[in-house]
């Protein structure tokens, strides 16, 4: 998942439309202050910063992130306006990974974004996700169970990643639906649920790892052997 955070909507929404439409999963925030509300229920493979936004400016924000050992080690891209030198070296210095000048052109956005997810995730690695006998494969979008394959419908797959991405963490119904559905949480909806349910099951005993928190929402809890 790729983060673009940019004040204009209309650079936004070209930059979203540019890498969904070169195969990446991408999403946008119009300032600093939403981004780092969302970094608490999800991270990025990668954040797109623009270095003038309102409230906290990008590099206000690449202070924070690269502060923070949890959000560290997020490469992120920032895109500095042209002529101001001071921003790219200033931004470089606090540990970006590149910049883009702007105007900048959407190939060539694809193309850094591309060359810096390379340097920060080496081909051979594969992302692999583990709670005991519970193994998730990123790059095959694989679940085993104690070794036996189980079929999960793509919300299902998207709902265990985020659980086993932040063990221990309580996500609210809001939560869960804003970044799997990637809509607004309407709260009559069961639909939370009912995913929440059938994952369960498919799971068999490691189902009672998804413990539901009273009056908030789900978490998943793995005790030591």
């Not at 439309?17 to 991408?26: D, I, K, N, P, Q």
């Not at 959407?106 to 810096?116: D, H, P, T």
């Not at 369960?200 to 005993?205: I, N, P, V, Y």
Request: aromatic share 8%; glycine share 8%; proline share 3%.
């Amino acid at each position: 998942m790729i983060w673009c955070v940019e004040d204009d909507e209309s650079i936004r929404e070209i930059e979203l439309y540019t890498l969904r439409s070169t195969g990446f999963e991408a999403r946008g925030f119009g300032d600093g202050i939403n981004m780092l509300e969302a970094l608490k229920a999800e991270q990025p493979e990668l954040i797109l910063l623009d270095v003038m936004l309102p409230e906290l400016d990008g590099v206000e924000l690449l202070k924070r992130l690269k502060a923070q050992p949890e959000t560290a080690a997020i490469p992120v891209i920032m895109a500095t306006a042209k002529g101001m030198e001071y921003d790219k070296i200033q931004s470089l210095d606090l540990g970006a990974d590149d910049y883009l000048v702007k105007p900048f052109g959407m190939m060539e956005m694809v193309s850094r974004v591309k060359a810096v997810l390379r340097r920060a995730k080496p081909a051979a690695v594969q992302h692999l996700l583990q709670a005991k006998g519970l193994l998730m494969n990123l790059d095959e979008r694989t679940v085993t169970v104690d070794g036996s394959r189980i079929e999960l419908t793509y919300k299902e797959f998207e709902i265990l990643k985020l659980f086993l991405s932040h063990i221990g963490i309580v996500f609210t119904r809001e939560n869960l639906f804003s970044t799997v559905w990637g809509e607004p949480f309407l709260g009559e909806t069961r639909t939370v649920d009912m995913h929440i349910r059938t994952l369960r099951q498919k799971l068999g005993t490691y189902g009672e790892t998804i413990k539901t928190v009273r009056n908030v929402g789900y978490r998943m809890e793995v005790t030591a052997e």
